[in-house]
């Protein structure tokens, strides 16, 4: 897929058209970029559009203005589908993709035909337990980061993935993210508590894996209780990105999720 670039947006994104199948939007984890999907790239290509897009500060989003800031993302999306004529899009985020995800169909319900979500928390029902919980863990990330970028990555990895293959793919992508960028994530709890959540007019599906963070566990558990109608998948043999730990049993769970949606 080659990399395009709206006029007066940092965000790169990344098309492979298949002529009339539905669109999917792959929306990836802080510190890494759109590669971390490449095996649902190879999966899907020929049975849906993809869509995928670089975070601002991370991978090729990086050609930034002065106030330029993650809480716009949803925006920049948006402008995306509209020049790509993308009405209606299933969307898959991973972690920080997961809370970008939910803004975006805070935002825009109607172009929404299923929302994914897995490592993330539910943003409009954050606990201040947990927001407090979490903001100190991303201090810690950045006090790592700033001593050296290949210190943080190399413990950056053990939380991130559980299989090794997928750790040291996490690696070689999270020792490219630049500090700066840490600056584009201030404005991330912005997006947190900010709607309630209405009657969903799409389906959802929310999960983790069986080897992710115990805080996380707890977050898809409270998800689930407030939102008894979403679908739950418990990925075993998987960490926080489950994708790349088992993208065999994600493809397939995807693929009958999208199908059931369509219906």
């Not at 975070?55 to 330029?68: F, N």
């Not at 029902?125 to 006090?143: G, I, W």
Request: net charge positive; hydrophobic share 40%; charged share 20%.
């Amino acid at each position: 897929m080659k990399p395009t670039k709206l006029p007066h947006s940092p965000i790169t994104y990344f098309v492979s058209r298949n002529g009339q199948a539905e669109w999917v939007l792959f929306i990836h984890a802080a510190f890494v970029n759109h590669k971390m999907f490449q095996a649902q790239f190879a999966y899907f290509e020929k049975k849906y559009n993809i869509l995928a897009v670089d975070i601002l500060g991370h991978g090729a989003s990086m050609d930034t203005q002065k106030g330029d800031t993650i809480d716009k993302m949803s925006n920049w999306v948006f402008d995306i589908l509209k020049t790509e004529n993308i009405d209606r899009v299933h969307i898959v985020g991973i972690s920080l993709g997961a809370v970008l995800a939910q803004d975006f169909a805070n935002r825009y319900p109607y172009a929404v035909s299923s929302l994914a979500c897995f490592g993330g928390y539910d943003v409009n029902n954050f606990d201040t337990k947990m927001k407090n919980e979490n903001s100190a863990k991303q201090k810690l990330m950045m006090l790592k980061t700033l001593v050296s970028v290949k210190w943080f990555a190399k413990a950056n990895k053990k939380i991130s993935a559980y299989t090794s293959q997928a750790q040291e793919e996490f690696f070689a992508m999270n020792v490219l993210f630049p500090k700066k960028s840490f600056l584009f994530l201030a404005t991330l709890n912005s997006m947190v508590n900010k709607y309630k959540t209405g009657r969903r007019t799409y389906p959802l599906l929310i999960g983790c894996g069986k080897y992710d963070i115990p805080m996380e566990l707890e977050a898809i558990k409270a998800w689930k209780s407030r939102e008894p109608d979403c679908t739950v998948v418990l990925f075993e043999n998987a960490g926080h990105c489950v994708n790349m730990d088992v993208p065999q049993e994600f493809n397939r769970t995807m693929e009958e999720f999208w199908k059931t949606a369509s219906q």
